[in-house]
């Protein structure tokens, strides 16, 4: 990327209200994984399956309505769509707390909460990648990934950091206040974006199925971006089982406080801001696709220390702390390459449909990976979930390094030909 391409970016307005705008909503989506959890196993004493299912129905929104979302994305004006995602995601979070105060508040009310939250999750995101070249321009879509990233490490550090000594003071039901604000925040700053959308001029007949097909097809049929897709799915499925039985050993095997706990997701925050400042020149240096698979492998088995980590040594847990941190950068480095391949394979009007594809596929083992924690640490206790989920997610470099991108040094500057639906 020519570098005049970066001060002109940071100049732009409508992406400093981005910026700010994903920095509340993610500020909020922070405190929400760290309260939601915490309200299960410290207000209502859920098990470790309870707190599994929790996980799941956070995350089935992309197996409801993933292949859907990104037709009827595809549909619309993406600002509108994030707009109405954010305040609805706030409406639906504020009734935990008001549930708690009138002693109404059940884990299956907790379910219904997380399953709303996630269904419309799916939507801001497959809106919000959809949008991003709009507003940026395929030429600084690397370089407006990883800022956006780092705005999104720099709150994972904060998230946590502020979720835990609130959750000490008020309690987790409460907590969840601060997430429903940042999201209607967040909702109301896109809205001053003074950059408008053209809306998507419909290609014939609506049709809903032939849609979602020819999404389908597009990302099934260029090995690039079909083996970004598998190497996600492997790395949720495993991801989804160690952090769900992550809160549980940290809080019943290590014996940490919330403060505690916070902290080491902070130490994650803080692995994720520096993937992001990196990611530019890393990708550069190694090239956009061999970074993607190299991201994983080195940095995925340090997972492991975590299990390895005992209660009354510090220095394992420092160590351990230290193993998340790295996969956290990894993780950012591999994802701001991976998303600005996909985007600048992807034609404008797939955009919706490519990202929800993806999302489905990558992401629709997620459910299972929160049901396989519980399932997992009822049977094998949290430190051997750990274990195997630290070891699953290792093997998720395999597909994008048997693919096309194990030599692509430089971002695809030909969109990806379109298959007939």
């Not at 910026?19 to 929400?32: E, H, K, M, N, S």
Request: proline share 5%.
């Amino acid at each position: 990327m020519p570098k005049t391409s970066r001060p002109n970016l940071l100049r732009d307005r409508d992406f400093g209200r981005l910026i700010a705008a994903t920095a509340l909503g993610q500020l909020g989506d922070r405190v929400i994984f760290l309260a939601l959890p915490l309200v299960a196993i410290a207000a209502l004493h859920a098990d470790e399956f309870q707190v599994g299912l929790l996980t799941a129905m956070t995350t089935a929104g992309s197996l409801l309505v993933g292949l859907p979302a990104g037709a009827w994305v595809d549909r619309m004006r993406k600002r509108s769509v994030m707009v109405g995602a954010d305040l609805a995601r706030a409406l639906f979070l504020v009734t935990v707390p008001v549930a708690w105060w009138t002693g109404l508040l059940t884990m299956w009310w907790l379910y219904a909460v997380a399953l709303a939250h996630g269904v419309l999750t799916v939507f801001f995101d497959v809106a919000y990648v959809s949008y991003l070249p709009h507003l940026v321009g395929r030429d600084n879509l690397v370089e407006g990934n990883a800022k956006l990233s780092s705005v999104r490490s720099m709150t994972s550090i904060g998230g946590p950091t502020v979720a835990g000594p609130l959750v000490g003071m008020v309690g987790a039901p409460a907590t969840l206040l601060v997430s429903s604000a940042g999201m209607a925040l967040s909702g109301l700053l896109v809205t001053t974006i003074r950059r408008r959308e053209q809306k998507p001029e419909p290609n014939g007949r609506p049709h809903l199925v032939r849609e979602i097909r020819e999404g389908l097809r597009f990302v099934a049929k260029h090995p690039a971006l079909r083996a970004i897709m598998l190497g996600d799915a492997i790395f949720n499925l495993f991801l989804v089982m160690y952090q769900t039985m992550l809160l549980v050993f940290l809080e019943r095997e290590l014996g940490l406080d919330s403060l505690g706990i916070g902290l080491i997701l902070s130490g994650m925050g803080g692995g994720a801001l520096l993937g992001a400042l990196v990611a530019t020149r890393v990708s550069a240096w190694v090239g956009k696709g061999p970074v993607i698979w190299l991201a994983s492998m080195v940095t995925c088995p340090l997972t492991v220390l975590m299990p390895s980590a005992r209660t009354g040594c510090n220095w394992s847990v420092y160590v351990a702390a230290a193993g998340l941190a790295a996969l956290s950068l990894g993780g950012i480095v591999r994802v701001v390459a991976q998303s600005s391949i996909q985007q600048a394979l992807t034609p404008d009007r797939l955009l919706g449909r490519m990202s929800a594809t993806t999302r489905f596929v990558s992401s629709g083992g997620i459910p299972l990976g929160g049901l396989l924690g519980g399932a997992a640490g009822t049977v094998f206790g949290a430190t051997g979930t750990l274990w195997i989920a630290g070891t699953g997610m290792t093997l998720s470099f395999l597909p994008n390094l048997l693919s096309p991108l194990r030599t692509m040094r430089t971002l695809p500057t030909e969109q990806a030909p379109e298959f007939a639906g």
